[in-house]
Structures are given as structure tokens and as C-alpha cells.
């Protein structure tokens, strides 16, 4: 599998951070229904790929790509205890969607 590109996420200019935002958050939701919604093996994929999640049949033993998942995760729930309008849903593929919208 080779790194995606800006260019293929709709990204026109790599230095607007709006445009950033809205690229990344593509590749997430294709990460997220690549791995079913699986945050641990999306997360990974973001970090390392999704060749090396495939090549480790999971988490890569990458310390860099650990850390990133763990802190991650614990600054999404640290978001979501202070916050009440954050809402996740798995539909019935799987696919998990985190939204404001109850």
C-alpha cells in the first residue's frame, strides 16, 4: 500500500489548516471503514499505515505509532468527560461515527 497523498484527500493547499482538517478527516472515516471502526487499528493506520497494519496483522510494534494511539485515546476521553455534545455511534456495518448531533 502506498502513503496517500494530499492531493487524494482533496487537499489544495497542504499549508491552509481548514483544508488539512477536512483532508484528514477523509482519510479517518476511510481508515475508520477500512478497519470496521476499529480506533485502535484506524488510529495505527493513520500513524503507520495502513501497509504496516496489514504487514502486523494489527498495531505495529512501533514504539512511536503505540504512543501516538495511547494519547490519542486518552485525550479523546478526556474530551468527551468534560464534554456533553459529543456522541458516537456504530451502525449496523460496524462503522463508528462521532458526531455532535444526538
Known amino acids: 500500500s502506498t502513503p496517500i497523498s494530499a492531493a487524494e484527500m482533496g487537499v489544495e493547499n497542504v499549508f491552509d489548516p481548514r483544508d488539512n482538517i477536512f483532508g484528514g478527516s477523509r482519510y479517518l472515516k476511510q481508515l475508520l471503514e ?11 493506520g493513520y500513524n503507520a499505515g495502513p501497509g504496516n497494519v496489514a504487514k502486523y496483522g494489527g498495531v505495529p510494534p512501533f514504539e512511536e505509532t503505540r ?23 456504530r451502525d449496523e456495518r460496524g462503522i463508528t461515527t462521532i458526531t455532535n448531533i444526538h
Do not use: P
Open 34 to 44: 477500512r478497519y470496521q471502526g476499529d480506533i485502535e487499528l484506524t488510529l495505527a
Open 67 to 89: 504512543v501516538f494511539i495511547r494519547r490519542t485515546l486518552e485525550a479523546f476521553e478526556q474530551f468527551r468527560e468534560k464534554s456533553d455534545k459529543i456522541f458516537t455511534y
